[in-house]
């Protein structure tokens, strides 16, 4: 079986948004991981959104179309997330790792996966996972 791989938010925004600068490293490398199993969770479709609707407006819309019709596994963001998201934040949060990085690491545990395609960087500095950045 395939394995399965956690996409960050920052990934889905470089990819579509053809105007950042990261679009063209970022785009070959998505590409392929889509073609075997990747992950989110509901924050990261809301965090995609935001970006895309603020920076590119009904355009944005469309793109979120095309992204939210993926064959993914999501993970929904609910109580039992929200508190083992807590849990990280406690442990993690002197080395970078923000709220909404806590859920990525709690819904990758959810998931019992360990690989992250990011190019935030405090993700790094957690040794249990495995970072991909296609930017580096």
């Known amino acids: ?20 600068q990261e ?11 889509l073609e075997g199993r990747v992950a989110i969770n509901t924050v990261i479709e809301m965090e ?34 929200a508190r083992k998201s807590i849990e990280y934040l406690a442990r993690y949060s002197q080395t970078g ?11 990758m545990e959810e998931l019992v996966i360990n690989t992250l395609m990011t190019h935030d960087r405090a993700f790094k500095r957690i040794d249990f996972i495995e970072i991909i950045d296609p930017v580096d």
């Open 1 to 20: 079986m395939e394995r399965l791989i956690f996409i960050d938010s920052n990934i889905w925004c470089y990819y579509f948004d053809r105007s950042a």
């Open 23 to 33: 679009h063209n490293i970022v785009s070959d490398k998505l590409e392929k991981a």
């Open 48 to 81: 995609v959104a935001h970006y895309l609707i603020k920076n590119l407006g009904l355009e944005g819309k469309r793109k979120m179309d095309t992204f939210l019709s993926y064959p993914m596994v999501v993970v929904n963001f609910d109580q039992y997330l």
């Open 97 to 107: 790792i923000g709220g909404r990085d806590a859920t990525i690491l709690a819904s």
